[in-house]
C-alpha cells in the first residue's frame, strides 16, 4: 500500500487505485491510496502552516536538501527507472534517462538556491535606497501529467522548494509510482513537516481543491489544453498566478539541402520515441519536394523496423500507449487522417502481442495536408504526417500555421535558413538538426500561442514563477 503525505506523515485515503502496467494489464505495479478534496484541504493546510518558517529558512539548508534528494535519485536510476516504465510505458532506457534528469535538476536547484540574487539601485530621491529582493510566492500547487512521470514532478518540486515554497503535489492518477517514490526520498531529506505534501487521486477532485483553495498562491500545471484553461479560470478568478504548459503539433521542416540521414533520425526520435507522447514530439514533418519522395521512403523504411513491444524488453525501441483511452485516441485519429486523404505509408494498426498490452505500430502519413484535422490538433502518440512544401518560405509558413507554439525544427546545412528560422519561427523552442523532443535541464523550457501561458519553467528562470518581486525605499 501507498498512503498519501500530508503535514510530514504517511495517511490512508478513502479510496485505493490498482496501479496498471500498460505493457502487461495483468501486472499490478501496487495499490496507491487516493485522496479527496477533504484530505486535498488538509496538505494545503500543512503547506500553508510551514510556510513562513520554510520561506525564512537559509538557503544552504534547502540546497542541502535538494542536494541529498538529487544524489538519492540518481544513485537509484536504475531501479526507479524500471519503476517509471512499467508504469508509463517508455522504455528502460528512456524511463532510466528520465530519472537522471530528475536527479540532476535537484542537483540544479540546490545551486540555484544559493544564487537568488537582487539588485541594488540609487534611487532618484537623494539619500534614498532601493533594494530589489525575490521572495518566495508561498504555497504553490503543482499539477503534473502522466508521460513525464518523474521529470516534471522534479522540475516543479525542485524550484518551488529552492526558492523558500511549500508543495502539494497532485500527479496524473495514471502514474501514481514514480511521483510517490520521490515523495518517499523527499520525505527523507530533512524537510521540517509541511514543506512538501504529496496527494494523489483523481484531477476532478483533487486537482479542482488546489485551484479552488485560497491559500495556493501559485499553480504549475502540465497537461492538456482543456484542463490547461479550467486552471487559468480558476486562477484568475480568486487573482492566484499560474503557469501552463500544454500540447504541441510541431512542426520540422526538412530542406532540400539537409543531410538525409540526419533529418531521418531526427523525426523518427522526435515523432515515434517514447511512443510519441511528448508534447515536444515532431507530428508535422514538412518536407521540400526535391528531397520529399527520398525522405518519404527512407523514414517509412526506418518506421516499419521500430520494434514495438513490453517497455522492460532490452530489444524494445516504442513501448506500448499508456492507456486503453489514449490508444483509442490515437485510433480514433488514425482513422480520421485516413478518411482526410492522407497517404498511410506504414504503421497504425494495433498490435497484438503475447502478452495484454495497449501496443500500436507508428503511423506514418504522407501527402497531407496543413487544414486536415490530425495535422491541426495534438494526438499525442506515434502518428507523424508528412506535408509537401514548395520552397523554404513556404515551409515556414505551414510549420507556424497551427495553434500551437511549443517547439520547432528545421533539418538543413544552410546556415542563412537556419538562422532566419531560429528568428521566424513562432515557437519557444528552435532545434536545428536535432529533434524537437528531448530537451535539457538548465535551460528555459516553454512555449508560445495556444502551448504555454505564463513563465518558463527549468533553468534559471524558474526564479521568475517560484519567487516574487519586492522593491524596497530605505532612507538610512
Ligand atoms: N503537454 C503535455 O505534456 C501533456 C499533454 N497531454 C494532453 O492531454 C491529453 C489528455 O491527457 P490527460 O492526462 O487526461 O490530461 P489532463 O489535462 O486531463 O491531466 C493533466 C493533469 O491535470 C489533472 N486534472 C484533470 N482535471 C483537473 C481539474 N478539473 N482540476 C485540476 N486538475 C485536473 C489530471 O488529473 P488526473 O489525470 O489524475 O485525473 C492530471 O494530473 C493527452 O491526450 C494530450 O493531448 C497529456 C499529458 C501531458
Ligand atoms: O521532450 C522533452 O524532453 C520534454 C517533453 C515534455 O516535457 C512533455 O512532453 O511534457
Excluded at 501559485?218 to 489544453?225: C, D, K, L, P, Q
Excluded at 484553461?229 to 539537409?258: H, S, W, Y
Aim: charged share 20%; glycine share 10%.
Amino acid at each position: 500500500m501507498h498512503p498519501l503525505y500530508i503535514g510530514g506523515e504517511w495517511l490512508d485515503g478513502p479510496r485505493l487505485r490498482d496501479n496498471l502496467n500498460p505493457s502487461d494489464t495483468r501486472d499490478v505495479i501496487g495499490r496507491y491510496a487516493q485522496a479527496d478534496a477533504a484530505l486535498a484541504e488538509r496538505a494545503i493546510a500543512a503547506a500553508a502552516e510551514a510556510a513562513p518558517a520554510w520561506g525564512l529558512s537559509s538557503p544552504q539548508v534547502r540546497a542541502d536538501a535538494l542536494d541529498r534528494i538529487g544524489s538519492e535519485i540518481l544513485a537509484r536510476k536504475e531501479e526507479l527507472g524500471t519503476l517509471l516504465s512499467r508504469e508509463e510505458g517508455k522504455t528502460r532506457p528512456e524511463g532510466i534517462g528520465e530519472v537522471a534528469r530528475a536527479g540532476a535538476i535537484f542537483k540544479f536547484f540546490a545551486q540555484e538556491a544559493l544564487r537568488l540574487r537582487g539588485e541594488k539601485l540609487a534611487s532618484v530621491r537623494p539619500g534614498v535606497e532601493v533594494e530589489i529582493t525575490r521572495e518566495p510566492v508561498g504555497v504553490v500547487g503543482l499539477i503534473t501529467p502522466w508521460n513525464f512521470p518523474a521529470a516534471i514532478p522534479a522540475w516543479k518540486i525542485a524550484p518551488a522548494l529552492a526558492f523558500g515554497n511549500t508543495v502539494v503535489l497532485k500527479p496524473a492518477d495514471l502514474v501514481p509510482g514514480s511521483a510517490w517514490a520521490l515523495t518517499e526520498i523527499i520525505s527523507r531529506a530533512g524537510l521540517p513537516a509541511g514543506v512538501f505534501n504529496l496527494v494523489m487521486g483523481p484531477g476532478s477532485q483533487v486537482g479542482q481543491a488546489l485551484l479552488d483553495d485560497r491559500r495556493v498562491a501559485a499553480i504549475s500545471f502540465t497537461g492538456s489544453v482543456g484542463t490547461g484553461q479550467r486552471v487559468a479560470q480558476a486562477a484568475v478568478t480568486r487573482g492566484a498566478r499560474f503557469q501552463l504548459e500544454m500540447g504541441g503539433k510541431n512542426p520540422c521542416i526538412v530542406l532540400d539541402d539537409a543531410d538525409l540521414d540526419v533529418a531521418v533520425n531526427s523525426v523518427l526520435q522526435s515523432a515515434f520515441f517514447s511512443t510519441g507522447q511528448r508534447c515536444t514530439a515532431s507530428s508535422r514533418i514538412i518536407v521540400q519536394k526535391g528531397i520529399y519522395p527520398r525522405f518519404v521512403q527512407a523514414l517509412g523504411e526506418a518506421a516499419r523496423a521500430l520494434r514495438v513491444g513490453d517497455a522492460l524488453d532490452p530489444q524494445t525501441q516504442i513501448g506500448p500507449v499508456v492507456d486503453e483511452a489514449q490508444l483509442a485516441q490515437d485510433l480514433r485519429y488514425i482513422d480520421i487522417a485516413k478518411a482526410e486523404g492522407a497517404r498511410l505509408v506504414c504503421g497504425g494498426e494495433r498490435l497484438q502481442l503475447d502478452k495484454p498490452g495497449f501496443y500500436l505500430q507508428p503511423a506514418l502519413f504522407a501527402d497531407c495536408d496543413n487544414g486536415m484535422q490530425h495535422c491541426r490538433e495534438e494526438i499525442f502518440g506515434p502518428v507523424a504526417s508528412v506535408l509537401p512544401a514548395d520552397s523554404y518560405e513556404h515551409a515556414l509558413a505551414l510549420s507556424n500555421d497551427t495553434p500551437f507554439g511549443l517547439a520547432a525544427g528545421i533539418c538543413t546545412t544552410s546556415l542563412k535558413y537556419a538562422s532566419h528560422f531560429k528568428r521566424h519561427a513562432q515557437a519557444g523552442m528552435v532545434m536545428v538538426n536535432v529533434p524537437t523532443a528531448g530537451v535539457d535541464y538548465h535551460v528555459p523550457f516553454g512555449g508560445r500561442k495556444g502551448s504555454s501561458m505564463g513563465p518558463r519553467e527549468q533553468g534559471s528562470y524558474a526564479a521568475e514563477f517560484y519567487t516574487t518581486v519586492k522593491t524596497a525605499y530605505v532612507q538610512p
